[in-house]
């Protein structure tokens, strides 16, 4: 059980602090670099200010849904290791 907890005897499972602070640091790369790339491509692609910005809100957007998205199954689940599926060795029946 001591491999399974960390130096204030917190389980693994319930250390909150370690699972916002890879949330934060995900979500801020993801939305920085997705505003960059929207920023890029609309300097390459559009001409207007305003479509400019459309594109560096569009990235954003993206870059945040997706860390909400890793971040939630991040949260669902407990940071120890888990072991692989278990595969069958039996052969799969064939069906007509």
């Given at each position: 059980?001591a491999?399974?907890?960390?130096?204030?005897?917190?389980?693994?499972?319930?250390?909150?602090?370690?699972?916002?602070?890879?949330?934060?640091?995900?979500?801020?790369?993801?939305?920085?670099?997705?505003?960059?790339?929207?920023?890029?491509?609309?300097?390459?692609?559009?001409?207007?200010?305003?479509?400019?910005?459309?594109?560096v809100?569009?990235?954003?957007?993206?870059?945040?849904?997706?860390?909400?998205?890793?971040?939630?199954?991040?949260?669902?689940?407990?940071?120890?290791?888990?072991s692989?599926?278990?595969?069958?060795?039996?052969?799969?029946?064939?069906?007509?």
């Amino acid at each position: 059980m001591a491999e399974n907890s960390n130096a204030k005897g917190i389980p693994k499972k319930y250390d909150l602090d370690s699972k916002w602070d890879a949330c934060l640091d995900l979500s801020l790369r993801r939305v920085v670099y997705s505003s960059v790339a929207g920023a890029f491509s609309g300097l390459l692609l559009f001409r207007s200010p305003v479509t400019r910005w459309a594109s560096v809100a569009l990235g954003a957007g993206v870059g945040l849904g997706s860390a909400y998205s890793d971040c939630s199954r991040l949260f669902d689940k407990p940071t120890a290791n888990l072991s692989p599926a278990a595969v069958s060795e039996s052969p799969v029946s064939q069906a007509c």
